[in-house]
């Protein structure tokens, strides 16, 4: 099991978590298993050819998993990913 | 019987080493630490070029600022060499500096044989007082202050994040800082824009900046621009600042002065707030990644609150301007790790900072690039979002 943590805009999406658990072998499995728990995610996290969407950045512990293996990079009990949204909020 | 002043002075001379005038030169800017250890008024008075001033009395408590690695060669002169031969026994002896040297003649020496003195430009009495708590760091010190009033430091915006940076970026002396709000001061920003206040509703947000900066601290130049910022005047605005504070609240500006900076060469100290969340990072273009090597394209509407207004915690971008301020202060002086190559996600409600990395895409399309190839044309541009926030209303 590893623990995904939710930014703010994906929050509503997964029923106000900070943090939601879910399994995988890897980076790919683990959000899958996030968008079938939570499938308001879904359109959020993929596009519709099943690629991780651009605009979202995911990381396997501090590392960004494009410099790792992409959704193929593997996950290990315990570890943490982070999923970041852009954020502009400035006022 | 106890030994006479000279005495000593000779014993203290065949305990250490003794350099030459001529040999120091040759290594002015070399990297070896070179210190001052006459008083701070002696110091002023003009000094070796890149000396550090630590007058012996602090001796002891400040020679790691200036010269950190004990094993790193280290020169010590005064006014004749005296009081720098105590001092070097003093690093060899009690502090296990391996190569410490004193110059042979001290400073006088060094002028009678004609060699460049540097002579610092003096604060002021009354700068002495305002900034003495700086003067006594030595990571900071007179030199490291006249790097902060010599600075320009360019705001986007002097709300929520702005105002705290504005504020403390001023208290600390920074010479220039020139901002950037077309806004007028709303009684629904004052719960967390505490550069504002009740009496300046309604009052452009660059004057009433301006009125509080002037009241804390004259040293400080306001340079006002009552605008928005686009890629028509972009480039005209930033050129010329050392460093840019962004709190800019949309992703369209977000790209637009990443570009533009990455083509300017200008580190920017980037922060975003919603809720109770933060985010702050440095990007500083060629030396680390870019805002686009991070976020690759802008969320869709419906994933990007920014389009609108939304709430947050009044604190929170008190706490992320003031990580600002302290960026923007460690490159101005170039000390310590700015967070370059780092994203830091800071959690009000769960009190936790989180770092994740950040690299240097080799195919961004703005900084794997030269500077002179980033055309005007490509300031700022990406897909349609400006329709999205339309839609989004």
Same mark, same amino acid.
């Given at each position: 099991m590893a623990t995904i943590k939710i930014p703010p805009v994906l929050r509503a999406s997964v029923g106000g978590e900070k943090e939601v658990g879910a399994s995988g072998g890897n980076v790919g499995e683990v959000l899958r298993a996030l968008a079938t728990s939570h499938p308001a995610t879904e359109g959020q996290l993929f596009?519709?050819? *099943?690629?991780?969407?651009?605009?979202?950045?995911?990381? @396997?512990? &501090?590392?960004?998993?494009? %410099?790792?293996?992409? =959704?193929?990079?593997?996950?290990r009990e315990g570890d #943490? !990913?982070? +999923? =970041? $949204?852009a954020m502009a909020g400035g006022d | 019987m106890s030994p006479s002043g000279a005495e000593l002075l000779r014993r203290v001379k065949s305990q250490i080493a003794e350099v030459d005038p001529s040999e120091v030169k040759e290594l002015i800017g070399e990297g070896v630490a070179i210190v001052d250890v006459r008083g701070s008024e002696e110091f002023a008075t003009g000094h070796l070029p890149g000396a550090?001033?630590? /007058?012996?009395?602090? !001796?002891?408590?400040? +020679?790691?600022g200036a010269a950190p690695d004990r094993s790193a060669e280290v020169i010590l002169y005064c006014a004749s060499g005296s009081r720098s031969a105590?001092?070097?026994?003093? !690093?060899?002896?009690? !502090?296990?500096?391996?190569?410490?040297?004193?110059?042979?003649? *001290?400073i006088t020496l060094w002028k009678d044989r004609g060699y460049e003195v540097e002579i610092p430009r003096a604060l002021s009495p009354e700068q002495r007082d305002r900034y003495s708590r700086h003067l006594l760091i030595p990571e900071i010190g007179a030199e490291g202050q006249q790097k902060l009033l010599d600075a320009k430091v360019l705001l986007l *915006?002097? *709300?929520? @994040?702005?105002? $705290? #940076?504005? =504020?403390? @970026?001023?208290?600390?002396?920074?010479g220039t800082l020139g901002i950037v709000d077309d806004d007028v001061v709303d009684l629904s920003n004052l719960q967390r824009q505490v550069i504002h206040d009740s009496s300046r509703i309604g009052v452009p947000k660059v004057d009433s900046a301006e009125e509080s900066i002037r009241a @804390?601290? /004259?040293?400080?130049?306001? %340079?006002?621009?009552?605008?928005?910022? &686009?890629?028509?005047?972009?480039?005209?605005?930033?050129?010329?600042?050392?460093?840019? %504070?962004?709190?800019?609240?949309?992703? $369209?500006t977000r790209y637009l002065l990443n570009d533009a900076s990455v083509r300017l060469k200008i580190p920017v100290v980037s922060a975003s707030i919603l809720g109770f969340d933060g985010q702050l990072s440095v990007f500083k273009p060629y030396e680390g990644p870019c805002y686009r090597c991070l976020f690759r394209e802008p969320p869709p509407a419906e994933l990007a609150p920014s389009c609108g207004a939304n709430g947050v915690l009044g604190v929170l971008p008190g706490t992320m301007g003031l990580l600002q301020a302290t960026e923007v202060v460690k490159l101005i002086l170039g000390i310590g790790e700015p967070a370059i190559g780092r994203l830091l996600l800071y959690d009000a409600l769960g009190a936790t900072l989180t770092e994740v990395k950040v690299h240097r895409d /080799?195919?961004?399309p703005i900084c794997s690039r030269d500077p002179e190839e980033i055309t005007d044309e490509e300031l700022g541009v990406f897909p349609d979002y400006e329709a999205f926030c339309a839609a989004a209303g």
């Open positions: 596009s519709a050819d *099943g690629e991780l969407n651009r605009y979202v950045n995911v990381y @396997l512990n &501090d590392e960004d998993v494009r %410099v790792l293996d992409g =959704l193929d990079t593997a996950v #943490t !990913l982070v +999923i =970041l $949204p | 550090k001033s630590i /007058p012996r009395g602090h !001796l002891e408590s400040r +020679i790691e105590y001092a070097a026994r003093t !690093l060899q002896e009690d !502090l296990g500096y391996d190569h410490v040297r004193s110059m042979t003649g *001290g *915006g002097a *709300g929520g @994040l702005g105002s $705290p #940076t504005a =504020l403390y @970026l001023a208290a600390a002396g920074v @804390l601290n /004259p040293d400080v130049n306001v %340079v006002k621009y009552q605008t928005r910022i &686009d890629a028509s005047n972009i480039v005209e605005i930033i050129e010329g600042y050392d460093v840019i %504070v962004d709190g800019v609240d949309n992703f $369209p /080799p195919e961004c």
